[in-house]
């Protein structure tokens, strides 16, 4: 039989209190990514407002939904770093205000024009391509497919132009077996 129970008091507490202590004061980091300055991103910072044209500016983006919430305000062109205004210094947004960045494309030109010679091709040369319009199984599948390429073309993506040329579908005729010479 137990006679008296003790309990260790304050491990718990005071790991409550000590981390409660840290994250208050800020200081609530991992260790790994602590820099000299104590700052882990204020290189990056620096770098970003002494060399712009070296980063993308992702905040229009963000602001008219093309891009998620959570992606980073500002990417460095070549990849190795990403930084966020809701963790920069206080200093650096007013700096922000006067700094020129790179307009960010929103499509490949050049894709582009290819698609509308695709298109294009279509239009004057329509017995190249398959036309899945009416007989499409699966609705993933393009509308146009080309016979010897096999490319394919939906008309959610046509430019507005290819639209009113685009020859009149054919109705598709199943063969079922009772019709072949087989049955």
Known sequence: ??????????????????ARRELEDGILRHSASIT???????SS????????QQWWDFRRNKLHGTVKPKFPDFKRKDGSQSIWLNRAPLW???????????????????????????????????????DNRLG???GKAPDFKHKETGEGLWLSNAPPWALPKLPSSKKVVA???RDTLLS
């Not at 910072?45 to 712009?52: A, F, G, I």
């Not at 004057?124 to 391509?129: A, M, R």
Request: glycine letters at 6%.
């Open 136 to 138: 499409k199984k699966n």
């Open 92 to 130: 650096v947004i007013s700096k922000l205000e006067g700094v020129e960045f790179d307009q960010i494309q929103k499509s490949n030109p050049t894709k582009k024009r290819i698609g509308d010679e695709t298109w294009k091709d279509l239009v004057e040369n329509p017995n190249k391509w398959w």
């Open 1 to 18: 039989m137990v006679h008296s129970v003790n309990f260790v008091q304050g491990s718990y507490e005071m790991k409550k209190s000590s």
């Open 175 to 177: 063969v079922e077996k």
């Open 36 to 42: 000299k300055d104590g700052d882990p991103t204020l």
């Open 45 to 52: 910072w620096t770098d970003l407002l002494d060399s712009p």
